[in-house]
T-cell receptor
Framework: GENVEQHPSTLSVQEGDSAVIKCTYS??????FPWYKQELGKGPQLIID?????GEKKDQRIAVTLNKTAKHFSLHITETQPEDSAVYFC?????????FGKGTMLLVSP | DAGVIQSPRHEVTEMGQEVTLRCKPI?????LFWYRQTMMRGLELLIY????????DSGMPEDRFSAKMPNASFSTLKIQPSEPRDSAVYFC???FGGGAGDTQYFGPGTRLTVL
């Protein structure tokens, strides 16, 4: 099965700073790489995803980069805001199901 | 759209009791997933249905857990008998397609506490 690791497990930044979360995976067959955001008391919500034929994707303040050779992909958040505070999960997949990382708690201080 | 609907939102029960969690997927979605979230194990997939048929139940922890999807708009996850170690947040998610790359939409979850 897929082994997924996320780093760091917690990340504290000041408002306006950038944040980067890295996800490594083991299954070379993985071809879909999403990031989910989970706010307190809610279910995870997809915020951005990328497929294996693309190296980078950007959506306003968030971006995802993929290094398929090294089997890792990263979430980049620029100009962080307090409402970005949440737990972020990567969930690489090569099939119908997602394998979630353990999550990264991001805290953005005003 | 109302999104994925789960009930109850909170459930407190005693060890040995039967627990039934309910899920209504987004209308038109043909895949449904049940997950369990704990601090120790994170988010784990329990079972996955496609067109109401169970496709992958390898994540179901043991025979005490069972899941059904009698029609496209309803699914249940049952635990009988429940144990304290079943305490967790259970999420239901649905997607259109069910393949890798089809966005999964999560419900708000059911927080289960087994005393």
């Amino acid at each position: 099965g897929e082994n997924v690791e996320q780093h760091p497990s917690t990340l504290s930044v000041q408002e306006g700073d950038s944040a980067v979360i890295k996800c490594t995976y083991s299954d070379s067959a993985s071809n879909y790489f999403p990031w989910y955001k989970q706010e307190l008391g809610k279910g995870p919500q997809l915020i951005i995803d990328i497929r294996s034929n693309v190296g980078e994707k950007k959506d306003q303040r968030i971006a995802v980069t993929l290094n398929k050779t090294a089997k890792h992909f990263s979430l980049h958040i620029t100009e962080t805001q307090p409402e970005d505070s949440a737990v972020y999960f990567c969930a690489p997949s090569g099939y119908s199901t997602l394998t979630f990382g353990k999550g990264t708690m991001l805290l953005v201080s005003p | 759209d109302a999104g994925v609907i789960q009930s109850p939102r909170h459930e407190v029960t005693e060890m040995g009791q039967e627990v039934t969690l309910r899920c209504k997927p987004i209308s038109g979605h043909n895949s449904l997933f049940w997950y369990r979230q704990t601090m120790m194990r994170g988010l784990e997939l329990l079972i996955y249905f496609n067109n109401n048929v169970p496709i992958d139940d390898s994540g179901m922890p043991e025979d005490r857990f069972s899941a059904k999807m009698p029609n496209a708009s309803f699914s249940t996850l049952k635990i009988q008998p429940s144990e304290p170690r079943d305490s967790a947040v259970y999420f239901c998610a649905s997607s259109f397609g069910g393949g890798a790359g089809d966005t999964q939409y999560f419900g708000p979850g059911t927080r289960l506490t087994v005393l």
